[in-house]
Nanobody, 117 residues
Framework: QVQLVESGGGLVQAGGSLRLSCAAS????????MGWYRQAPGKQRELVAR???????NYADSLKGRFTISSDNAKITVYLQMNSLKPEDTAVYYC???????????WGQGTQVTVSS
């Protein structure tokens, strides 16, 4: 199994920045990719950004240019740098790991990001 622990959420004013971190432990050698998803109240969970073990990244189209995902493979930690935050970015942000040949999903507990106007 893979365990994921997120940190870095909080309250920020519109236009501000936050950096989220997600540390993986357990069977980290089996991780194919890690990413961030978010879920706003009353909405479905959506992909924010994803990074593969080889470093390939993809983003939600609406977030390109403001959010950046990166990883520290040595520590199996993934970061999400969020700039120019908007109130509509308010959501619970979840870390995800895609593991093994069957692409089993693991999820963190989530971290709240609130952007005030």
């Amino acid at each position: 199994q893979v365990q994921l622990v997120e940190s870095g959420g909080g309250l920020v004013q519109a236009g501000g920045s936050l950096r989220l971190s997600c540390a993986a432990s357990g069977r980290v050698f089996s991780i194919n990719a890690m990413g961030w998803y978010r879920q706003a109240p009353g909405k479905q969970r959506e992909l924010v950004a994803r990074i593969t073990r080889r470093g390939s990244t993809n983003y939600a189209d609406s977030l390109k240019g403001r959010f950046t995902i990166s990883s520290d493979n040595a520590k199996i930690t993934v970061y999400l740098q969020m700039n120019s935050l908007k109130p509509e970015d308010t959501a619970v942000y979840y870390c995800n790991a895609d593991s093994g040949p069957n692409n089993i999903d693991y999820w963190g507990q989530g971290t709240q990001v609130t952007v005030s106007s």
